[in-house]
């Protein structure tokens, strides 16, 4: 590039015009004087030819040196049509389509004059994309307690207390950003409660009446659920002596709702509640409810207490209909 200086004498150059002659009363010349007017004349000629292409290779030099600049601007500045993404976007860009999974576990153990052991795992997936939404759900409970006896006196035998575990699948397809449609598939078995296994399929209707993320780092979520499920029950009686007993089936609408809000960034209260009118067999009427609050300690790492009621109207034959749970664990978030 031409440095500025050198651009301007061209264009100087250019632009100033000759100054004015005046002409001079015409008078009378001598051949002598008229040679030597045509040789100033000729020579006034040449100079102005060098001056103006002079001119011209400045005026060029000037376009190149234009146009490269034009070019240069072009080459670092960003496209009119595409704004740069804000570290919000790019982030929310990373997380589509890619799993989020926590993991949790608790563990409760005492020795001494009694033992017990009382050990919970869950497991939890979710999956968004712009159509769907995929979730995994498993958990296990496992629980056992030994009486206390006298010193000396045989070892007493261990009591399972708790043994169950549950999976459930679920698929939503978003028609728009508050209404969707799903299948669900669940399976649970609960030795204590003389289930030995269960299960179910569902098909409804998921609206979400509220869903955002607040400046301080909380969250809101509202979500009711309109299905309608089908469950077959298969029973067995494993405690206190083992026996077979009649299978039964579970039909009818069930109404679900899930709340979620973040008191703050770090702070955050759950409560799932469903409940199901069976209209198949006998009249029957299960409510289950988790309310769970959670506290994150690390980016990762958080505590969950988690409170569970369970209520069927017609259990299995010397059950009792209600049953409840108190639990802490930790919680790993992926």
Same mark, same amino acid.
């Given at each position: 590039m031409l440095p +500025?200086?050198?651009? #301007?004498? @061209?264009?100087?150059? %250019?632009?100033?015009?000759?100054? /004015?002659q005046h002409s001079a009363p015409a008078q009378a010349t001598t051949p002598e004087q008229a040679a030597s007017a045509a040789e100033r004349a000729a020579t006034s000629?040449?100079?102005?030819?060098? @001056?103006?292409?002079?001119? /011209?290779? $400045? *005026?060029?030099?000037m376009a190149e040196a234009i146009e490269s600049l034009a070019r240069g601007i072009a080459s670092t500045a960003p496209p009119a049509e595409q704004k740069p993404e804000t570290p919000a976007e &790019? &982030?929310?860009e990373a997380k589509k389509d890619v799993w989020d999974v926590t993991v949790g576990l608790g #563990?409760? %153990? =005492?020795?001494?004059? /009694? !033992?017990?052991?009382?050990? *919970?795992g869950?497991? @939890?997936?979710?999956?968004?994309?712009? *159509?769907w939404i995929y979730s995994v759900k498993a958990s296990g409970v496992y629980g056992e307690s030994r009486p206390p006896g006298l010193e000396g006196e045989v070892e007493t035998v261990a009591q399972v207390t708790a043994l169950n575990a549950a999976l459930q699948l679920r698929g939503d397809r978003? %028609?728009?950003e508050k209404i969707s449609g799903y299948l669900l598939g669940a399976a649970d078995t609960d030795h204590v409660r003389s289930v030995e296994f269960r299960g179910a399929g569902e098909a409804g209707v998921g609206i979400i009446w509220l869903d955002q993320k607040r400046k301080d780092g909380g969250e809101s979520f509202l979500r009711t659920d309109l299905a309608f499920r089908y469950a077959r029950e298969m029973r067995f009686q494993y405690y206190p002596i083992r026996s077979n007993l009649p299978d039964v089936s579970i039909g009818g609408p069930r109404l679900g709702v899930a709340f979620r809000y973040g008191i703050s960034k770090d702070v955050s209260f759950l409560e799932?509640?469903?409940?199901?009118?069976?209209?198949?067999?006998?009249?029957?009427l299960l409510i289950n409810s988790q309310t769970q609050l959670t506290v994150r300690l690390t980016k990762t790492l958080s505590i969950a207490t988690t409170f569970l %009621?369970?209520?069927? !109207?017609?259990? /299995?034959?010397?059950?009792?209909?209600?049953?409840?749970? #108190?639990? +802490?664990?930790? $919680? =790993?978030?992926?």
């Open positions: +500025v200086h050198a651009l #301007l004498s @061209a264009f100087l150059t %250019f632009q100033t015009p000759a100054p /004015a000629a040449e100079r102005a030819a060098a @001056a103006a292409e002079r001119a /011209a290779e $400045a *005026n060029a030099r &790019k &982030k929310e #563990l409760i %153990f =005492i020795t001494g004059n /009694a !033992s017990t052991v009382t050990f *919970n869950l497991v @939890a997936a979710e999956r968004k994309s712009e *159509n978003r %028609f728009n799932e509640f469903s409940v199901l009118p069976s209209l198949v067999d006998d009249s029957r %009621f369970q209520y069927d !109207s017609v259990p /299995a034959p010397g059950k009792l209909p209600t049953d409840t749970s #108190l639990s +802490v664990s930790a $919680a =790993i978030t992926f």
